[in-house]
């Protein structure tokens, strides 16, 4: 029974831009409503050159919907699926923050480490967040199989409160959302991607952790150690490197944080980490069995203070290039219809 329709019109206004990446750009925007409501998102926008193409325009629907429910604090929420003027876009909740790669690059610029606890607690929220989107089931309590198959630097924000956001599930693989090609393309940033994801074969949830355990590693080092001069050289990397004794590498990795990493690493399936609840457990109680440990508040007062007075601007990315698909945006004024 349809209990009332909703037939007012509104609007998104582009205010600036985020972040460009291969295939679309994302901005800053006010959702106008009625009676002077403003809200600030982030616009996901389709490049043109892909708006034709098919495949693309089902996976990019198909990614809307599958996050559309994944509501969760460790986790990027989508607020709205919408089309204008043959436009694709997504609203989505605005991050006032830094992905792990920008606040990887202020560490390096200020000569700054980042602390032992403050890594595991950034993946033990990565992991959080991961597990919850493995075991999201449909409305007939059927599982997806949701295998995000891109947890990378790029993909973690954490905002300047402290909040750890997993964000883009645009290769995403899960039951009857995504056109999923598994076996005959490798999807994926090449130097996170787990070993059975760089060698074609089928994945599961624990790629996931694979990728966590690359993302601890890389925090806790300061490098990747699996990142080479071109992604084919660090997908064999991904297969074949030895997996070091980590605390060889940092003396700040004791015993039980380099078998995490481990277990994490492990090519042998059997032997990684069976869930994301399980890695989330094992971080948690190295950071919090000991009493006191790191929170959002600790995490937010540490990128405030590394960032000063860059916060305000710090999230937006290079705004130059891409001024003509900005333009093209701003002039359609991105709207759409609620039903």
Not at 169 to 192: P, S, T
């Amino acid at each position: 029974m349809v209990l009332f329709t909703i037939q007012n019109e509104f609007r998104y206004e582009i205010v600036r831009k985020i972040f460009e990446g291969g295939m679309g750009v994302v901005y800053e925007a006010e959702q106008l409503g009625t009676r002077d409501f403003v809200k600030r998102v982030a616009i996901k926008v389709v490049r043109p050159h892909y708006a034709s193409q098919k495949t693309f325009i089902d996976n990019f629907i198909g990614e809307a919907r599958l996050v559309a429910d994944l509501i969760h604090t460790n986790i990027v929420q989508t607020y709205h699926l919408g089309e204008a003027n043959g436009v694709y876009f997504i609203s989505m909740e605005l991050i006032r923050g830094v992905n792990l790669e920008q606040f990887a690059q202020q560490l390096s610029d200020k000569r700054r480490v980042l602390p032992r606890e403050l890594a595991v607690f950034i993946t033990s929220r990565v992991a959080r967040g991961l597990a919850y989107a493995h075991a999201k089931k449909d409305k007939d309590g059927k599982p997806l199989g949701i295998v995000h198959r891109d947890v990378s630097f790029k993909n973690i924000m954490i905002a300047f409160e402290g909040d750890v956001k997993l964000t883009d599930f645009g290769i995403a693989k899960a039951r009857g959302f995504l056109i999923d090609q598994e076996g005959e393309i490798v999807a994926g940033k090449a130097d996170y991607m787990s070993p059975e994801q760089a060698d074609f074969q089928v994945t599961d949830k624990r790629s996931d952790i694979f990728s966590a355990g690359v993302v601890l590693a890389h925090l806790l080092l300061g490098k990747n150690i699996f990142k080479g001069p071109t992604s084919e050289e660090s997908r064999q990397r991904i297969m074949k490197q030895p997996i070091p004794n980590f605390r060889t590498l940092d003396e700040r990795i004791d015993a039980p944080l380099n078998e995490i990493l481990q277990r994490c690493l492990t090519r042998d399936l059997a032997k990684r980490y069976a869930t994301a609840d399980e890695l989330m457990t094992a971080l948690e109680y190295y950071i919090y069995h000991g009493g006191y440990g790191p929170t959002n508040e600790t995490l937010g007062k540490f990128i405030r203070e590394l960032f000063g007075p860059m916060v305000p601007a710090a999230a937006a990315a290079d705004a130059r290039g891409g001024t003509e698909l900005l333009e093209h945006t701003a002039r359609i004024a991105v709207k759409a219809w609620a039903t």
